[in-house]
């Protein structure tokens, strides 16, 4: 049973547009919610997080939002650039352990 | 500290050796975590320490998979009479126990099992 779903395997933007990354859960115990980057051959890069009594977080270009109600959270990238091309891992976190989504590979076109 | 290391980067295996992996985590970092990553999936957590303590252990880590921690610095995972279905990227993380949901990752070991 997945407890953390990205149901979108790819998504393409064009440069300079938004990217919009989205991510469901079923667990209403998890605490903390993260996003990792990961380009080929090498380990996941940590984003962003957001704790669960939050409903933004903003670093940057990026923007995290959690809608509890709804189990849902995305992960806002304005502008996109092309070294924003990478799987995107929409993660949980329910005490010590983070449980992963099978991740969104985003593509930045020209 | 340049980050959380792993060596070796690829190892490739006969099906029934033995093989070892090394994590270097970020040195301030008081807990070290072992994932396991196949091919479209996110990585799956395997076990965690905190110093040289073991602290939990998935029900994916069987028998034939042991890690140790021995003086809370650098782990190794060791997997024992490797199996065909024991190919995929390693992965160790580390974090500082008080932020345990912001884990650091290393570039992990590929392992390969003909």
């Known amino acids: 049973d997945q407890q953390v779903k990205q149901n979108s395997p790819s998504l393409s933007v064009q440069e300079g547009r938004i990217s919009i990354l989205n991510c469901d859960y079923t667990?209403?115990?998890?605490?903390?919610f993260l996003w990792y980057k990961k380009y080929p051959a090498e380990g996941p890069t940590f984003l962003i997080s957001?704790?669960?009594?939050?409903d933004k977080n903003e670093d940057g270009r990026f923007t995290v939002f959690l809608n509890k109600s709804a189990k849902h959270l995305s992960l806002h990238i304005v502008p996109s650039q092309p070294g924003d091309s990478a799987v995107y891992f929409c993660?949980?976190?329910?005490?010590?352990?983070?449980?992963f989504g099978k991740g969104t590979r985003l593509h930045i076109l020209p | 500290d340049t980050g959380v290391s792993q060596d070796p980067r690829h190892k490739i295996t006969k099906r029934g050796q033995n093989v070892t992996f090394r994590c270097d985590p970020i040195?301030?970092?008081?807990?070290l975590y072992w994932y396991r990553q196949t091919l479209g999936q996110g990585p799956e957590f395997l076990t965690y320490?905190?110093?040289?303590?073991?602290?939990?252990k998935s029900r994916l880590l069987s028998d034939r998979f042991s890690a140790e921690r021995p003086k809370g610095s650098f782990s190794t995972l060791e997997i024992q009479r490797t199996e065909q279905g024991d190919s995929a990227m390693y992965l160790c993380?580390?974090?500082?126990?008080?932020?345990?949901?912001?884990?650091?990752f290393g570039p992990g070991t590929r392992l390969t099992v003909t």
């Open positions: 993380a580390s974090s500082f126990s008080r932020a345990p949901y912001e884990q650091y």
């Open positions: 667990n209403s115990m998890f605490d903390y």
């Open positions: 957001i704790s669960s009594i939050k």
């Open positions: 993660a949980a976190s329910a005490g010590d352990k983070i449980i």
């Open positions: 040195s301030e970092h008081n807990r």
């Open positions: 320490f905190q110093n040289e303590a073991q602290l939990e």
